[in-house]
T-cell receptor, first 113, second 108 residues
Framework: DVKVTQSSRYLVKRTGEKVFLECVQDMDHENMFWYRQDPGLGLRLIYFSYDVKMKEKGDIPEGYSVSREKKERFSLILESASTNQTSMYLC????????????FGPGTRLTVL | GQQLNQSPQSMFIQEGEDVSMNCTSS?????WLWYKQEPGEGPVLLIALYKAGELTSNGRLTAQFGITRKDSFLNISASIPSDVGIYFC????????FGTGTSLTVIP
């Protein structure tokens, strides 16, 4: 079974803090994605990566950065957290041959106070 | 980004009833996907559609890729309590775009 794990299920941070959200997949997938999920807005793509050290902006990259130093790990970074970044963050991975099937992690619910 | 309009936003149905939800877009997609998300979990892929007009089933679930490539629907027949969750459509062109979700409640 494909496993995508995220470092925390719940996280509470203060405005201005630097926040790291970690995602690890165990299926040797090349593609990895970060989304945020908000009520009434569905899932919106923040960043994605097709290979190690490679990253591309999604629809809402402002206020976020990412890091992909190893194939299995894709990190989302909030340089200076703000209250409007309170959300559910979902990581996903897929392989190029089955690109359309994205496997999602359980999500991290981040609250910024 | 692309906007996918998913309806209805929520549904409350009796166990045994059929369910229908749909997704429309102003853009053409190459692929349509349907996901289900249960509380506290990430979305799980239910059905993937790759060709306009394609009709695909997965157990009690049936989904179709619209002829115009701008819409898709998902039907669930004879609903059961474990069908509860949020159902998302997603369209893929170069990246994935997700609908706003349909929250399904099944009353035993």
């Amino acid at each position: 079974d494909v496993k995508v794990t995220q470092s925390s299920r719940y996280l509470v941070k203060r405005t201005g803090e630097k926040v790291f959200l970690e995602c690890v997949q165990d299926m040797d997938h090349e593609n990895m994605f970060w989304y945020r999920q908000d009520p009434g807005l569905g899932l919106r793509l923040i960043y994605f990566s097709y290979d190690v050290k490679m990253k591309e902006k999604g629809d809402i990259p402002e206020g976020y950065s990412v890091s992909r130093e190893k194939k299995e790990r894709f990190s989302l970074i909030l340089e200076s957290a703000s209250t409007n970044q309170t959300s559910m963050y979902l990581c996903a991975s897929s392989s190029p041959s089955e690109y359309n099937e994205q496997f999602f992690g359980p999500g991290t619910r981040l609250t910024v106070l | 980004g692309q906007q996918l309009n998913q309806s209805p936003q929520s549904m409350f149905i009796q166990e045994g009833e059929d369910v229908s939800m749909n997704c429309t877009s102003s853009s053409i997609f190459n692929t349509w996907l349907w996901y289900k998300q249960e509380p506290g979990e990430g979305p799980v892929l239910l059905i993937a559609l790759y060709k306009a007009g394609e009709l695909t089933s997965n157990g009690r679930l049936t989904a179709q890729f619209g002829i115009t490539r701008k819409d898709s629907f998902l039907n669930i027949s004879a609903s059961i309590p474990s069908d509860v969750g949020i159902y998302f459509c997603a369209g893929q062109l170069h990246q994935f775009y997700f609908g706003t979700g349909t929250s399904l409640t099944v009353i035993p």
